[in-house]
């Protein structure tokens, strides 16, 4: 940790001296706007030198402003953004200068110009997050918002979608800054990939972000369609083993209303294989186990988006839309079970389990933005609707095959599980001179989620295995921030206060209600300084809250294996977390640095806690595995990161990452301590190279070391992609993609068993897909996709 301190301490001491030499510089600055005078944001700005030699560069913020530190000279200053015509603006420099607005007209471009957005840096560094531009990216196209997530440093997305930040998975994603019923369920892979412009990762939010999420926030922010009055695109996609899948965009402007709407749907199978070997020793005998798994898994989905734009005024619009995703997951799963005693005596059985889930997720937003005669005064309002409801379905039929040959047991699970979530957000922003901004808002959120659980053998149910159970959640919150941003210095300082209510009600005489409120502050602290063109630093602080899932906290979750359990804790309490941040960033015309080292601490972090018994309901040799999660008393973490990319040519580019990091676990449960102590890493490389016929190649290799902790390894893992990609004029695209197997290796260990684990989610898999864009009217404007299920 030494020269991790030492590293910190020389560069705060950096910001000390470069804020005590002269400014050599003056600050230029501007609001991009469509012709409509709408904001732009994430337009590209370019500050070119006379002879066209680019001397800095940056993106619009959400209200389409940017600052630019400069030395004193002549410029042109470029402004670019897909579907608007580039406006190039003769500049002046001789002190600090605010431009008049910069409008840009819809049109005028063909669609190539998708390709100068790829050839722009991969990353930038704003003052409170980084954002990753996704690009005419061939590894993500035909895929989904998981394979793009992929795509982001730091960022891990496991075989069965849950996504974890610089390996923690207590990350809140959200889509164009606001909650998602598909991202709160890993339902992430309903959202094509080609309709994902950028992702923002924000490893230490500011006060105005929900505080929920102890890793941080991933923000996925959708394109903006620039569609002529009317349009769309069509995209077909197959792949092996079998998956198809199609999806039509269609859009329709005229004057100041639009109508958009989006359908899809996929129909795909997957195959997975395993093995499990276990020692178990139960009352002084040893028995071991040899597991083999094969399962087939087939899904079913389609989704509708629709929804409108109305502008009431030149200055308020008003957005409304309904999005539905319907999915049926049928998994068919073959076990076999190998059991040997020390006396050497064998008993072969196999399982049949029969899985079927259908699944519905429905959102309605409706968003009011109104902004005001003085310039960066804005209000917004935003209402939210999410429900959702899962049904699974379990059927499990075990025989004996030796010694003797026999069905053992047939036994069916039920779960229905549904959710109702409202939320009611405001928030004003009024800028306090010409330099610094304040920003509030409240947000009250309720959600009510129930379960009924039984499982029966036959038509008896199964002792202990019925319930019903009923969560409520009340979150109500306040913010108020002040932000300040002048030529190179900018900082944030805000608070908030978020007061919860949680109540979990079972049927089950054997389970107590519980009762939780608890009122917390989160305060978050952010600063930015711009040594020159090419150094810049990002200091920042922020308090999380982690609650528990529902999943933690369900009694059940079924019994798909007779000798393993789990079961949910319904008096597990949220966990708090504080954490401190410090990025660099060199960016050179062909090279880009950007190292960053972090430390957190966490109370009452969450652990599962795995035991085995010598009981089992079924009669099995080996007892039962037992898991439930519980609160331990703390985990303090540490990190340094790199992430570098090397473009020689406009044709060829090349970005690796790199993450050290290691953690400290403090805590007993039960008499049994969990204190461990380990480092670990994990890294990527990905090369981009364009080849003749203006065909984009795309590969990447990423590598997980072992982690452990106190009762688990999770084994090394790598993984794969390749993807091609090729554009015929504005109208047509194709990709082709490659990808590795998707597997786990992992091992438990307990006094009275040892366990090792290998499970391939995915084979090699390959993809193909075609878009073709339709032909448009003749206005053009600018919308965002807003809604969250695509």
Do not use: C
Request: charged residues 20%; without cysteine; glycine residues 8%.
């Amino acid at each position: 940790m030494r020269p991790l301190i030492i590293l910190v301490l020389l560069a705060l001491a950096g910001n000390l001296l470069a804020t005590a030499l002269p400014n050599l510089k003056v600050n230029l600055s501007a609001t991009v706007i469509t012709d409509e005078g709408a904001p732009l944001e994430y337009a590209t700005v370019s500050a070119l030198r006379p002879d066209s030699t680019l001397v800095d560069g940056t993106v619009t913020n959400t209200d389409g402003t940017f600052s630019l530190s400069l030395p004193k000279g002549n410029y042109v200053l470029r402004v670019e953004f897909l579907g608007f015509a580039t406006t190039e603006v003769p500049v002046v420099l001789d002190g600090n200068l605010k431009l008049e607005d910069i409008t840009l007209s819809a049109g005028g471009v063909e669609l190539d110009a998708v390709e100068v957005r790829a050839s722009k840096s991969q990353m930038s560094l704003q003052l409170d997050k980084k954002v990753f531009n996704v690009g005419a990216d061939a590894l993500a196209q035909g895929g989904s918002a998981n394979e793009v997530l992929a795509q982001v440093p730091s960022v891990t997305v496991g075989a069965t979608g849950n996504v974890s930040l610089r390996g923690n998975g207590s990350v809140r994603i959200l889509i164009n800054g606001r909650p998602s019923a598909l991202a709160d369920n890993n339902s992430l892979d309903a959202i094509p990939a080609a309709s994902i412009e950028s992702v923002e990762v924000i490893t230490n939010p500011s006060a105005r972000y929900e505080a929920a999420g102890t890793a941080g926030i991933i923000n996925i922010i959708l394109k903006k369609d620039s569609e002529r009055g009317y349009g769309g695109s069509l995209r077909l996609g197959v792949g092996q083993p079998a998956d198809f899948q199609g999806s039509l965009n269609l859009n329709y402007r005229h004057e100041k209303f639009n109508a958009f709407a989006n359908l899809g749907g996929r129909y795909a199978n997957f195959r997975g294989a395993g093995d499990l070997q276990r020692a178990s020793t139960l009352n002084g005998e040893t028995t071991t186990l040899d597991q083999i798994i094969r399962m087939d898994r087939n899904d079913k989905a389609w989704s509708a988006y629709t929804g409108f734009d109305y502008k009431l005024s030149d200055q308020a619009t008003l957005t409304a839309s309904y999005s539905v995703y319907d999915v049926i997951n049928d998994d068919f799963t073959t076990t076999s079970y190998a059991y040997r005693s020390e006396d050497g005596s064998e008993r072969n059985l196999e399982q049949g389990l029969d899985y079927l889930e259908p699944g519905t997720y429905q959102q309605i937003d409706v968003i009011y933005d109104k902004t005001f005669e003085q310039k960066g005064r804005k209000l917004s309002l935003y209402f939210n609707h999410d429900s959702w409801s899962e049904g699974e379905n379990e059927w499990v039929d075990l025989q004996e095959l030796a010694p003797n040959s026999q069905q053992l047991l047939g036994y069916n699970t039920f779960s229905g599980e549904s959710s109702k979530d409202y939320l009611l957000r405001s928030d004003y922003v009024t800028p306090l001179g010409e330099n610094s901004k304040l920003e509030m808002g409240i947000r009250l959120e309720s959600r009510v989620i129930s379960s009924d659980y039984f499982a029966k053998q036959g038509e008896d149910v199964i002792l202990g295995f019925d319930n019903e159970l009923d969560y409520f959640e009340e979150v109500g919150g306040a913010f108020m921030e002040y932000a300040y941003e002048k030529e190179a210095f900018g900082f944030q300082l805000g608070l908030r206060n978020e007061y919860t209510s949680i109540r979990v009600e079972n049927t089950q005489e054997s389970q107590e209600d519980i009762q939780k409120n608890y009122n917390q502050l989160f305060p978050s602290l952010s600063t930015s300084y711009k040594f020159n063109e090419v150094f810049s630093s990002q200091l920042s602080f922020s308090r999380r809250i982690r609650r528990p899932q529902f999943w933690q906290l369900s009694t059940f979750g079924g019994i798909r294996n007779p000798s393993v359990l789990f079961t949910g804790n319904p008096d597990l309490d949220p966990a708090y977390s504080n954490r401190v941040e410090l990025n660099l960033m060199a960016r050179w015309e062909k090279v880009t640095i950007n190292p960053a080292i972090y430390a957190s601490a966490t109370t009452d972090y969450f652990q599962n806690v795995v035991e085995q018994s010598a009981d089992n309901i079924f009669g099995f040799e080996d007892g039962t595995i037992l898991s439930s999660p519980v609160n331990l008393d703390q985990e303090t973490s540490y990190g340094l990161e790199l992430f570098a990319s090397y473009r020689p040519t406009e044709a060829l580019n090349f970005s690796g990452d790199i993450h050290y990091y290691g953690y400290r676990q403090r805590g007993e449960f039960e008499e049994r301590s969990f204190d461990f102590d380990f480092a670990t890493w994990s890294g990527s490389l990905r090369a981009q190279v364009t080849l003749p016929l203006d065909i984009d190649l795309q590969a990447r290799l990423a590598y997980s070391a072992p982690r452990k902790d106190a009762q688990s390894i999770q084994r090394a893992n790598y993984y794969g992609t390749l993807g091609l990609s090729r554009r015929w004029s504005s109208k047509i695209m194709a990709s082709f993609s490659v990808r590795a197997p998707r597997y786990q290796r992992s091992s438990q260990f307990r006094p009275s068993f040892v366990e090792e684990n290998y499970f391939e989610w995915t084979g090699w898999t390959f993809g193909a897909n075609v878009q073709y864009r339709f032909e448009k009217g003749a206005k053009a404007d600018e919308r965002r996709q807003r809604g969250s299920i695509r």
